[in-house]
C-alpha cells in the first residue's frame, strides 16, 4: 500500500495541533491591544486628537457605554503582518522622541506576543502635549445640588 498524502479519518494525523486549523483577528482586538499598551507608557497623557477625546468623553457619560480603549489608534491587520498609526497626547516636560521610541517598544512587543503577527510600523502622530496648569477635558460632571 503507497502513502498518497491524505490525512487518515480515523483523526490520527501527524503534526502539530496548533497548525491545524486557521486563526484571524479582528482590527478591533488588535486596536485594543494597542491602546492598553501605549496607554501604560509613562509620559502619555492620553490618546487621539482633542475632538476625538471630547467625543469619547461625551459618549463615555452615557450609561451602559464602556471606555474606549482604542480611541486614537487604527490599524491594518493582514495574515501575518500588522500597520499601526496612533495619535497620543504626551505630558509637558518630557522627551517626545524618547515617549515615542518607548511607545513603539510597548506596542510592537504587546501585539506580537499576543497574535503572533509581525508589526511592520508604528505611527505615531502628537497631536498635544498637556500643559501642568491646563484643565482636564474629560472632567467629571458638576454634581447636582
Known sequence: MTDTGHQNLSGKTGGDPADRGRTTIADSAVEKIVGMAARDVDGVHAMGSGMSRAIGAARD????????????????V?????????????DYGVSITNVAGNVRESVISAVEWMTGLEVVEVNIAVSDVQLPDEEEEEQEEPRLR
Request: charged letters at 30%; hydrophobic letters at 40%.
Open 61 to 76: 457619560r452615557v450609561p451602559g457605554t464602556a471606555k474606549s480603549v482604542s480611541r486614537g489608534v487604527k490599524v491594518e
Open 78 to 90: 493582514g495574515e501575518k503582518q500588522t500597520a499601526v498609526d496612533l495619535e497620543i497626547v504626551v
